[in-house]
Structure formats: structure tokens, C-alpha cells
């Protein structure tokens, strides 16, 4: 019959290695994390290499050892434990009693106490023991039946020593190498040994004469005036560094074997939802299997015709008076949304009732009598309604006649917020990540199932919004929000088709003649599009210095262009022609192929694709057509408003600096805004030092880039090379910058030293982003997270402030009864289409509601401008 085993976990020493070898690592929460998720990682792991049948763990106390009363400077000079450490040892510890890993802690003694005192006990009961560290001092340890792992490189590799390795591999025995450890000192512990005796010699000398003593009787014998005269002076010394790198073995401790017993009595609950806050998903799949609804726990009606669909809604309305949550989800059909209804099913869990509903059948059938049984369900506000992504939804359901009322979460929504840095916001991924539970297939039960979890998701995601304080966030602008990018999107841009056709055979002739005087300038035709054609007219042909090379040739990107741009007036025609291809592809032709048959484009508007809280725009891209040249400004054109109404266009003017101006309490900042200066001429003013009616047009260009490369976290080279300067006077324009506005230099610093501490950020209404890279060990990466720092909370509070005004622009015209609607949204800037006879109550409803969205110390102003089209407006 084989031994049992005893697995034994040095907490402090694991902790350390596991620390500095894993990158940092936050939750959302900015809890540091990597120490705990390499700790846990390598405990699974050991687990299943040695199956052990107990397992415990050591830890420090704080309080001072036996040794330190012994030997005042005993581990003296070490430096302080990071901050980011010491917070995860709570964690670690609760995770073991979770676990059901008894943790041994005493005053007056250290870890390696506990272990050599548990150590003995097992093997000595006949116990085969493993001491997990990587601390080389537990070396002393090793028996036949007791092993010392040493973990290496953090806690990828580890060395395996009993008694017989280290005879084999040192000479020595493993209580002889208390002996080496006593000649040689040691510098971590600040034990003292024999001064210039080093490693090699400690090992010589105890391999010849076996012990600290033997050596000190055999001075004559040794050979070495030197290293005579100082085992002779400081034999004491050696002695007592023995005793001191001695590990203890009989502390006082009880150690009962049930209790140590490795039997997986997990709190299975507790550990789900600290390892869920924790983020730890793919290390709580190892330990507890994911859960699954199984089919015989699935019960549910499906509803397929009106008699069935009429006494489910009833039973729903029964049990929404017990006030009960309605939690629900839709299969939208891949039809075109803004024309034709295409809902399929809806999914539906309240209480203990559960529903499939197919719709679309019913609807098809009868669908007056569908839309009135459905709108008792939906446009009650008194039913409270759980839900995912409802945008798609509300949309459908208003070309059905029904408003979808009474929506109280909507848990897509919910989960960006708590954490934007995820990426993946996918219903499948959110009830995994947050309640370690998967749901297989894509089949209607499947969706069921995950409709009957959202009511679990809710109560998680809920106390992360309250524990965030991201209630407001959450309830006054992201959730009425969704309402307001529905009706954006239902709505949509008229587009101009005759204009559209007639841009592009402009669009065709710039980029034919822009082709002709690039030959003209190479002398011969090439491929354009060729970076190897390209590069041999470039490099070989037009002699222009190489700046990069690839596997394939020369590199021809934009950055290269870039650096060529006064080498050769070709680059500049190369860039533009590049512009315009794009512009064509993308604009020309890509929205041809996007326009519905009202003639309009419906873009749609993502809340949860930015970290910084903007919307961003797909299906086509409407926030980012570029307007540096004039053909790009021209694609505005065909955006037109419908008959009888004009396009009106508000845009904030600098409300970034504004945001700056206020979160850094500057008072120079402050005071150029009160009093309605033109900032950029101030700032120019203030840096060059000379009276604001004689600064040029080149002094305000240049202190418009530091102002708002100041908001980016601009640096000398990048400002260097955005003005074409040298870094010196980058640098000087930065300094002057700071000394006339110290409270933004103030503000700089204090985000970057409280995301280094907390890793993450957080904008004037509190929304937060993670900020990982601040602490990365790659100095470009922690370079870019500090940009992150000073910028987020500027760019992402920016985004808040016209989220607000949306808001609140939407409602206020439909509180008026006004048909004017919002079309577009471009970062600071707002569209409307706006019928002529409301455009005086809608330029003052627009300016009043955006100038009034949040109270800051400067005033929100607002450029108003109408036009006959969107070019128009500017």
C-alpha cells in the first residue's frame, strides 16, 4: 500500500515568486491579482502532479521571531513589501479557508518553522511529504520521505530534492547545508557567516570536515592565512549564524490529520463569487465543474397561437402584481429592421413561470389582435423588465405599435459599465464570466435557459453597480440612452442619390488625375497600390532615404510617407491619393450599398464597444469620415434633411479643455473660459510671453497642438514631430505650458500616481476604466497606460457630458410634441433633422440643454448652424 501524502505550502515565499513573475493584474475593481491567480494556478497544479491526501499552508506573522530578539538587524535592510502585494494576502488566505486548506500562522516564529515542525510530524507517522517554496533555506529539510520543491523561474520550472539529491548534487547532507549556510551567511536574511567566505568554500569546507565545529577544531589544517585569521575571529559569529539559519522543528502547534485532510469540502458558493469578483473564470472551471440547466429541469410553455398567447400574457400580468421581475429576451429575425417587423420569438421567465413565444406565427396569423395582446405586457411600466441589449428590440417593437415600457436593466449594458475593458460583450460570455455558467447551443431551449439566468446575472451585476457607485451612471443616462439611440437609429439620414452619383464621378476624375501627376513626377505608370512597386520608385528610382525595410522589401505605410513628406513633393501627392482611394472605397461605394429603401442610411450606435464611454458608430461608420481634405468634407453633402426641414448641427466648442479646466481646477484655465478668451490665443499668449493682440498664427497653431496634446498626454517627441521642431523646443513649449497652468501639471501627476496605486480611472460622473499597463514592467506599455490616465478621464467625462444632453435634448422634444428629431451623433457634436417651423424652439431647446447638461466651474458653450445639408452646417 503507498504512503499518503502531505502537501505543504510556503504562503510568504510562493506569494513573492508568484508576484514578481506574473504581469499585474487588476479585476475591475482595481484589485491587484497576479500573486493570488499564480498561487492558485500552481497549487492546481501540484495537486495534480502529487494527489495529496492533506495539504497546508504557512505563512509570516508580522510580529518579530525569536530570531529577531536573538539578532536585532536579523533581516534587516529587506525592502518593504509592495503595497500591491500585501492587499492580496487577505485574499489568498480567504481563498484557502474557502478551500478548506488549514493555514498555520504563530507569533515568534516563521513560515519555515511551521513547515520543519509539520514536515517532522508527517514523516515521522509515516508520511510522505512535499514542501512547496522557493526559499533554498527549507534545502535543510529534505529527508528520503520529504521532498523540497523549489520552485524557478517565478513558478514555471521547479527542482525536486530529497536527502539522496543533495548528497549527489552539493556533497553535503541536508542538515550539513545548515552548516554552508552558517560559514557563508546570508545576504537576504542578513545572517552575517564568515566574512570572505563565499559559497564555494562554505561547501568545500563542510564536505571535508561535516560541520561548523569540526572546521572550527581543524583551523591549522585549512589551507589560507586569510581565511585561518577570520574563522579564528569570527567563529562566534559562525556558530551563531548556524543557530540563527536553523529551522525550527518543534513549534508549538497542533496538528490534527482530519483536519488537514485534502477531501475538496469546498464553500462552493463563497468560492463562485469571489473568484467571479476576482475574475478568475478559467481557474474556477478547474476547480468546480460549470453548472448547466438540464433538461429535466426545464420546464416551460410554448406559446403558438392567440387562445395560448392571451392566457400567458394574463398568467404574466398575475404574477407581476406579486411584484415580480419580468425577465425576458428576443430572437430578432435577419430581416431589415427599419421596415419590416422581425421579431421571431421572445423568451420570457417570471417567477416560476417560464415561456417560449413564437411570434412571428402568431403576428403572421392575426396581427391587430397580437400587437393588443402583446402591448398589455409591454407598455406596462409597472412590470419591471430584465433584459439584454434591448436596443434591437425597442426598435422592432415600435414598427409593430408597441412602446417597450418598464425596462429596468438592461444587463449588456450593466456589464460594460462595471468593467469597459472587456471587449466581449456577448450574452454567452457575460453569464460566463459572471456567473461561471455555460449554456451550450443555439437552439430555442438554449435561449430559454439563458433568459432564466438573467435573473441570477441581475442580482450579480446589480451589487457590482452599487458597489461601484455607478447607479446614476447607469439609471440616468446609459439605460434612457438606449431609448434615444433606438429612435437615432429607426430614424436614420436622408441621403442625396443623384448627389451620391455625381460625387462619384467627381471622386473618379481627383483620383485619375492625382494618378496622372504621380507618373508625371516618377516619369513612368506604376501600381500605386504596389508597396514593392511603390518602394522601387521611391528608394531606387527617386534615391528618397530608406526608413524601414520588411521581410518582403521596402515599407511604404504611413509613417514612412510621413518621415519622406519634405524629401519629395511625390509623397504629398502619394498621401492624397491614398485618401481618396479610401475615401471612395469606403464612402463612395461603401454607402451606396447601405442605403434602405426610404432612402436613408440607419447607422448603428454602440454603447459598449469604447473604454472611454464614446459611442462609436457602424454599418456605415458615420463619426469618422475624414474632413481634412476638402473631398472628404464633400461626402457630407449627400446628407440632406427630409422635405420641409433643415439640418441643424451643435457642436461644443472645446469641451474637453473645458473638462480639463474644471478636473484640474486650474485657475489661469479657469479664468480664460469665464471671460470667453479664445483659449488657444490665451494659451499662446501666456507660453510665448507676449500680448495676446501680437500673437501670430503660427504662435496660436503651436499652442493649440500643446493644448489639446496636453489633454493626450502629449510628450516632447510626439509634440516635436506633430510641429516639426526640434525636442528642445517641444520641451520648452511643455515647460512654459505647465508654469503658467501649474494646476494641470498638478492634475497630470496626482491621476497618474492614484492609477499606479489603484489601476484604474474614473470620469466626473464616475464611470471607470481599468488601466493595467500603468504598473507593466515594459516601459512603452506603462508609458501608453499613463497616457491612458491623464487622458480617460477628460475624454471619458466628455463623452458623459453630450450622453446627458442626448438625453435630455430626445426628451425635451417629446415632451413639446415637437416632430424634430436627432439623427446623428459625431463625439461632441449633435445632428437633428429639424422641420423649419420648429427651427427657433429647436435651436434654443438644442443650446439650453446642452449648455445645461452638468454644472462645471466653466461655462458649456455651444456652435449652432443649419444648413440645407450636413456640409452646410459648417
Not at 511529504?129 to 526559499?135: L, N, Q
Not at 585569521?229 to 502547534?253: C, G, H, M, W
Not at 413564437?358 to 403576428?363: E, Q, R, T
Request: proline share 3%; with cysteine; hydrophobic share 40%.
Amino acid at each position: 500500500m503507498s504512503k499518503q501524502r502531505l502537501l505543504v505550502l510556503d504562503g510568504n515565499s510562493i506569494m513573492n515568486r508568484t508576484f514578481y513573475a506574473l504581469p499585474p493584474l487588476t479585476n475591475s475593481e482595481g484589485i491587484h491579482t497576479n500573486a493570488v491567480y499564480g498561487f492558485i494556478t500552481m497549487l492546481l497544479k501540484m495537486k495534480e502532479e502529487i494527489k495529496p491526501d492533506y495539504i497546508v499552508c504557512a505563512f509570516d506573522k508580522k510580529a518579530p521571531t525569536f530570531r529577531h530578539n536573538e539578532y536585532k538587524d536579523y533581516k534587516a535592510g529587506r525592502k518593504k513589501m509592495p503595497p500591491e502585494l500585501a492587499e492580496q494576502f487577505p485574499i489568498i488566505k480567504d481563498i484557502f479557508n474557502l478551500l478548506s486548506i488549514n493555514i498555520f500562522e504563530i507569533d515568534g516564529f516563521e513560515a519555515d518553522d511551521i513547515i520543519g515542525t509539520i514536515s517532522t510530524f508527517a514523516d515521522n507517522n509515516g508520511i510522505e511529504v512535499y514542501i512547496v517554496t522557493g526559499d533554498r533555506d527549507a534545502l535543510q529539510l529534505a529527508r528520503n520521505d520529504v521532498k523540497v520543491v523549489i520552485t524557478k523561474k517565478g513558478v514555471s520550472e521547479k527542482e525536486i530534492y530529497d536527502k539522496n539529491r543533495m548528497i549527489d548534487e552539493f556533497g553535503v547532507t541536508p542538515t550539513q547545508y545548515i552548516d554552508v549556510k552558517g560559514l557563508m551567511g546570508d545576504k537576504s536574511d542578513n545572517i552575517p557567516g564568515v566574512p570572505g567566505i563565499g559559497e564555494k568554500t562554505a561547501f568545500k569546507l563542510i564536505k571535508e570536515y561535516k560541520s561548523i565545529e569540526n572546521v572550527l577544531t581543524n583551523i591549522d589544517n585549512i589551507k589560507g592565512n586569510k581565511l585561518k585569521e577570520n574563522l579564528r575571529q569570527y567563529s562566534e559569529q559562525a556558530i551563531f549564524s548556524k543557530k540563527l539559519a536553523t529551522i525550527v522543528t518543534d513549534v508549538p502547534i497542533e496538528i490534527n490529520l482530519s483536519d488537514i485532510k485534502s477531501d475538496d469540502r469546498y464553500d462552493e458558493g463563497a468560492l463562485k463569487k469571489l473568484f467571479i469578483k476576482l475574475q478568475f473564470r478559467s481557474l474556477l472551471e478547474k476547480i468546480i465543474p460549470t453548472e448547466k440547466i438540464t433538461e429535466s429541469e426545464l420546464k416551460f410553455k410554448l406559446v403558438s397561437d392567440l387562445q395560448k398567447l392571451e392566457s400567458s400574457a394574463q398568467k404574466i400580468l398575475d404574477a407581476a402584481k406579486k411584484d415580480e421581475n419580468l425577465y425576458i429576451t428576443f430572437k430578432i429575425m435577419d430581416e431589415n429592421i427599419y421596415s419590416k417587423s422581425c421579431i421571431d420569438k421572445i423568451f420570457i421567465n417570471i417567477g416560476d413561470l417560464s415561456y417560449i413565444m413564437n411570434v412571428k406565427d402568431i403576428y403572421d396569423a392575426s396581427a391587430n389582435s397580437t400587437v393588443m395582446i402583446l402591448r398589455t405586457i409591454f407598455e406596462d411600466v409597472n412590470i419591471k423588465k430584465i433584459s439584454y441589449d434591448v436596443k434591437l428590440p425597442i426598435i422592432v417593437l415600435k414598427k409593430m405599435g408597441i412602446d417597450f415600457n418598464g425596462i429596468d436593466f438592461d444587463t449588456k449594458i450593466a456589464a460594460y459599465l462595471v468593467d469597459s475593458s472587456r471587449g466581449k460583450y456577448d450574452f454567452e460570455t457575460v453569464i460566463e464570466d459572471y456567473l461561471a455558467i455555460s449554456v451550450d447551443g443555439e437552439d430555442d431551449k438554449a435561449d430559454l435557459k439563458r433568459t432564466i439566468l438573467l435573473k441570477e446575472l441581475y442580482r450579480v451585476l446589480k451589487d457590482n453597480i452599487d458597489q461601484k457607485n455607478m447607479h446614476e451612471l447607469l439609471y440616468d443616462m446609459e439605460q434612457p440612452l438606449i431609448n434615444v439611440l433606438a429612435s437615432m437609429e429607426a430614424q436614420g439620414f436622408m441621403v442625396d442619390r443623384d448627389k451620391l452619383v455625381e460625387l462619384e464621378d467627381k471622386f473618379k476624375i481627383e483620383i485619375d488625375e492625382s494618378k496622372k501627376e504621380i507618373y508625371s513626377m516618377a516619369d513612368e505608370e506604376f501600381n500605386i497600390n504596389s508597396p514593392k512597386q511603390l518602394g522601387k520608385i521611391l528608394f531606387e528610382k527617386l534615391d528618397l532615404p530608406v526608413i524601414k525595410k520588411t521581410k518582403t522589401g521596402y515599407s511604404t505605410n504611413a509613417d514612412v510617407l510621413e518621415k519622406l513628406y519634405d524629401k519629395h513633393p511625390i509623397i504629398e501627392k502619394i498621401i492624397y491619393y491614398r485618401q481618396l482611394t479610401k475615401l471612395y472605397s469606403t464612402y463612395i461605394e461603401g454607402l451606396k450599398a447601405v442605403i434602405d429603401t426610404d432612402n436613408k442610411i440607419h447607422s448603428s450606435f454602440n454603447q459598449t464597444v469604447t473604454t472611454t464611454g464614446r459611442l462609436s458608430s457602424t454599418e456605415p461608420n458615420l463619426q469618422n469620415i475624414p474632413v481634412k481634405y476638402e473631398m472628404g468634407k464633400e461626402i457630407r453633402k449627400i446628407f440632406i434633411p427630409e422635405d420641409d426641414s433643415v439640418i441643424l448641427s451643435a457642436d461644443y466648442s472645446q469641451i474637453e479643455l473645458r473638462v480639463l479646466a474644471h478636473i484640474a481646477n486650474d485657475n489661469n484655465l479657469i479664468d480664460a473660459f469665464l471671460h470667453h478668451s479664445d483659449i488657444h490665443t490665451k494659451t499662446a499668449s501666456e507660453v510665448f510671453n507676449v500680448p495676446i493682440d501680437e500673437v501670430t498664427h503660427t504662435q496660436r497653431s503651436n499652442a493649440k497642438a500643446v493644448n489639446f496634446g496636453i489633454v493626450y498626454g502629449i510628450g516632447d517627441f510626439s509634440l516635436a514631430k506633430d510641429l516639426k521642431i526640434s525636442r528642445k523646443e517641444a520641451r520648452d513649449y511643455i515647460d512654459k505650458y505647465f508654469e503658467r497652468y501649474p494646476g494641470v501639471k498638478e492634475y497630470l501627476d496626482n491621476i497618474i500616481e492614484k492609477a499606479q496605486k489603484q489601476s484604474y480611472v474614473t470620469t466626473i460622473l464616475n464611470r471607470r476604466r481599468s488601466i493595467q499597463e500603468i504598473n507593466s514592467s515594459n516601459k512603452m506599455v506603462r508609458e501608453f497606460g499613463k497616457r491612458l490616465a491623464m487622458n480617460t478621464p477628460i475624454q471619458g467625462s466628455a463623452a458623459d457630458i453630450i450622453k446627458i444632453a442626448m438625453v435630455n435634448v430626445y426628451d425635451k422634444l417629446n415632451e413639446q410634441g415637437l416632430k424634430s428629431r436627432l439623427i446623428l451623433q459625431v463625439h461632441d457634436e449633435l445632428i437633428l433633422n429639424v422641420y423649419r417651423n420648429e427651427i427657433g424652439i429647436v435651436k434654443n431647446l438644442v443650446k439650453n440643454e446642452m449648455e445645461n447638461a452638468i454644472k462645471l466651474s466653466v461655462p458649456l458653450e455651444v456652435d449652432i448652424n443649419i444648413g440645407d445639408s450636413w456640409y452646410d452646417t459648417k
